[in-house]
């Protein structure tokens, strides 16, 4: 069974500093997605990883994939407050079925 | 372009009851999963259909079942409902072959 962890469950940020989510999962996996979602609301896809050293960064927010360590990390970069949200990872085998982490909850402070 | 729709946005049911979520795919895609996410915790896949069948199911009972129309609109079927069926649905489109899916806005079901 495919087991996806996700560390730490909660990040409390100081506005302007760096920090990083992980993503750890237990097999092989094609692809890993990385989703974030607002209180109440759907999932927002960022970004979608699809082979080993693969990087790829949006404003703030900077992912990238080991695929011999099965990690992934997101790394945020002089955060603000804006990015408080809850964030997920989820990794594909090949079925277009995704299995997501616990999630994130990212809170980000004066 | 309309992205994801679902319908309804939110639903209270009692225990026992039945209960139809429904789903319709962005334009020109084919394919549409329904994941349960309960509070607090991160989406579990129930099942996938493509070409109106059933192509993956995740580890979920019986009493979950769905339907895709020949439009590839979706539905999700829950009967005899449980307190822990209180979630939010989420439906995701994707075009067969492609590997991005996009997210509904998910419909709240609480289950009293």
């Known amino acids: 069974e495919l087991k996806v962890e996700q560390n730490p469950l909660f990040l409390s940020m100081q506005e302007g500093k760096n920090y990083t989510i992980y993503c750890n999962y237990s097999?092989?996996?094609?692809?890993l997605y990385w989703y974030r979602q607002d209180p109440g609301k759907s999932l927002e896809s960022l970004f979608v990883?699809?082979?080993?050293?693969a990087v790829k960064q949006e404003g703030r927010l900077m992912a990238s994939l080991d695929t011999k360590a099965r990690l992934s990390t997101l790394h945020i970069t002089a955060a603000v407050h804006d990015l408080s949200a809850t964030y997920f990872c989820a990794v594909e085998r090949g079925d277009y079925k995704l299995s997501f982490g616990a999630g994130t909850t990212v809170t980000v402070r004066a | 372009d309309a992205g994801v729709t679902q319908s309804p946005t939110h639903l209270i049911k009692t225990r026992g009851q039945q209960v139809t979520l429904r789903c319709s795919p962005k334009?020109?895609?084919?394919?549409v999963s329904w994941y349960q996410q309960a509070l607090g915790q991160g989406p579990q896949f129930i099942f996938q259909y493509y070409e109106e069948e059933e192509r993956q199911r995740g580890n979920f009972p019986d009493r979950f079942s769905g339907h895709q129309f020949p439009n590839y609109s979706s539905e999700l079927n829950v009967n005899a409902l449980l307190l822990g069926d209180s979630a939010l649905y989420l439906c995701a489109s994707s075009f067969a072959g492609s590997y991005e899916q996009y997210f509904g806005p998910g419909t709240r079901l609480t289950v009293t």
């Open positions: 097999t092989t996996s094609d692809r």
């Open positions: 990883l699809l082979s080993n050293g």
């Open positions: 334009s020109g895609h084919d394919t």
